[in-house]
């Protein structure tokens, strides 16, 4: 139980262009999901927090307009990179929580972005 | 501003050796602290701790929290090579609803 998928796995794109990558959650509802983004070799850098039926929380530094967050459904989050700059290039994972009140986050596979 | 931090940040150990990562925090309203293993993709859970001196124990690992001191271990008995990863310890600010993660400590078991 508690599979969180991702796609695409790994994306290319031309510089301008945006870029939409989902997360389910398959087997159970989540309302909150979680997005990070994570160079190589460095931690996790918690991007945003979606509630599902509201608008993100962002974290200090991203830029909202930049990485569009919607959480439409209690399976379903995306996030859009818009304008797309070779230093958006980087791995992007999401998380779920399966339930309210409940700490561990189950994380879908990344989603490896490059943007030429 | 919570904060984590994991100490050592990168580890090279031979197999059948035991190995303790630590862990220390810092975050205003906590709830839990949380283990993952990270491989070539995604992090994975291993525990989750909210209790003081409680051992949770998984196989060959196990990792204890201490509350007074903001502090938890994960140790690793007779290690593996597939037990080669980045470890990320997490602590859960129950107001914030979210996590902080550390840098990671980067184990690499050789045969």
């Known amino acids: 139980g508690a599979v969180v998928s991702q796609h695409p796995s790994w994306v290319i794109c031309k510089s301008g262009t945006s870029v939409k990558i989902e997360c389910r959650s398959l087997?159970?509802?989540?309302?909150?999901m979680f997005w990070y983004r994570q160079f190589p070799k460095q931690s996790l850098m918690l991007m945003a927090t979606?509630?599902?039926?509201?608008?993100?929380?962002?974290e200090q530094g991203v830029e909202k307009d930049k990485f569009l967050i919607n959480h439409a459904s209690l399976t379903l989050s995306t996030l859009t990179v818009t304008s797309a700059h070779p230093e958006d290039s980087s791995f992007y994972i999401c998380?779920?929580?399966?339930?309210?009140?409940?700490?561990?986050?189950?994380f879908g596979p990344g989603t490896r972005l490059t943007v030429l | 501003e919570d904060k984590v931090v994991q100490s050592p940040l990168s580890l090279v150990v031979h197999e059948g050796d035991t190995v303790t990562l630590n862990c220390s925090y810092e975050v205003t309203n906590f709830r839990s602290l949380l283990w993952y293993k990270q491989e070539k993709k995604a992090p994975t859970f291993l525990f989750m701790l909210?209790?003081?001196?409680i051992e949770k124990k998984s196989g060959r690992l196990s990792s204890i929290l201490d509350k007074k001191e903001l502090f938890s271990i994960l140790n690793i008995t007779a290690t593996q090579t597939g037990d080669s990863a980045i470890y990320l310890c997490a602590g859960f600010n129950t107001n914030a609803g979210k996590s902080t993660f550390g840098d990671g400590t980067t184990l690499t078991v050789k045969p």
């Open positions: 909210t209790s003081s001196g």
């Open positions: 998380s779920a929580i399966p339930g309210l009140g409940l700490d561990t986050q189950y």
């Open positions: 979606s509630n599902e039926g509201s608008k993100a929380t962002y």
């Open positions: 087997d159970f509802q989540a309302t909150t």
